[in-house]
């Protein structure tokens, strides 16, 4: 079995001690994929207080740039976008973003449309409303 760790020049650096993916024989694994800027600390769409607490967000401007980092880890790795085979999706507001996300979603995936599960939390790791896991084949 060959497993390489990838590292992404296009897209925006890990929070954390991980690879953007890992190809395992043919399947490519992302780690989890947010809406931040290569390069930039501000997050598109979101204001925050002093304290770093979110005043408002954007969920379409969000969607668009985690859409944006998928593909440009994909292209990275070797893939491309129609070959996501499954997707899980994180929102931290079920009720409000599911509409316009949703939309969005089916906008990017009208060709190919992989598995996909959505589920709400209450947080992530950084003041966004969005994150997305996902697998690939290679």
Known sequence: MSIIKITSENAPEPVGSYPHARKVDNLLFLSG???REKGKKEIPGVRLDEKGKII??????????????VKAILEDSGASWDQLVDV?????NMKDDFQIYNRIYAEYFKDNQPCRTTVEINCLPTPIAIEL???ATI
């Not at 408002?56 to 980092?69: G, K, L, M, P």
Request: hydrophobic share 40%.
């Open 88 to 92: 899980t999706v994180f929102l931290t």
């Open 33 to 35: 994929v947010g809406p």
């Open 133 to 135: 896991k996902c697998i």
């Open 56 to 69: 408002s967000y954007d969920i379409e401007a969000q969607c668009h740039s985690v859409f944006a980092n």
